[in-house]
């Protein structure tokens, strides 16, 4: 299922156990400092973000699943290890004998609470890793996705979201079951100024 749950004013909600994201807006999170925001408002660092999520990579191997020069990939690497949304590994020896760090996504992005300034930002850096995902796939029906248009007053927009939230907040704490296979989950809502 592919959908977006932001509110109104575009807030970003994001994540999944598998996916690296922007989590909802709740007061028992912590604000997002200046340096973490700008980190993870970029399409490039929140797609490395995914590809570490549930496996510690090289730079050399996100390098090659973004297909992107490995020294542009490393200052974002290590823009995401600054700001502790990755972490380094154990060292490790690959290709004739070469010194190797893999990092793993911390899952941090979900812990944070985003301020209101930055979310047209991290919308736009949101869009453009679901596009840049989704036309990747070979096969367009690979995508299960639903459109509604709603009418909810404001009691009934906060209810759709507490309970969506709850599922995400769910979702993060499930550990992957036998066979599991990767997904991502993108979610969003708007307003529909077409119909007003």
């Known amino acids: 299922m592919r959908l977006s749950i932001p509110n109104q004013l575009g807030k970003v909600n994001r994540s999944c156990r598998y996916d690296e994201g922007v989590a909802y807006e709740r007061d028992d999170k912590q604000l997002a400092t200046e340096a973490e925001v700008k980190a993870v408002a970029s399409a490039v660092r929140l797609r490395i973000l995914r590809l570490c999520c549930d496996r510690a990579l090289t730079n050399k191997e996100i390098a090659e699943k973004l297909e992107a020069n490995p020294a542009t990939v490393l200052h974002h690497v290590r823009t995401l290890v600054a700001t502790g949304f990755l972490a380094a590994q154990e060292e490790r020896s690959g290709a004739r004998g070469a010194r190797e760090i893999p990092y793993l996504a911390t899952r941090k992005t979900w812990r944070l609470r985003w301020g209101e300034e930055h979310w047209p930002d991290l919308t736009g850096a949101m869009l453009q890793v679901f596009q840049a995902e989704v036309a990747r796939l070979d096969d367009p029906a690979q995508v299960d996705t ?42 969003a809502i708007h307003p529909d100024v077409d119909r007003q």
Request: avoid cysteine; proline fraction near 7%.
């Open 146 to 187: 639903s459109r509604l248009g709603l009418r909810l007053n404001e009691e009934q927009y906060e209810d759709f979201q507490r309970r969506l939230h709850s599922l995400l907040d769910y979702l993060t704490e499930q550990e992957p079951g036998p066979g599991a296979k990767p997904y991502s989950l993108f979610v």
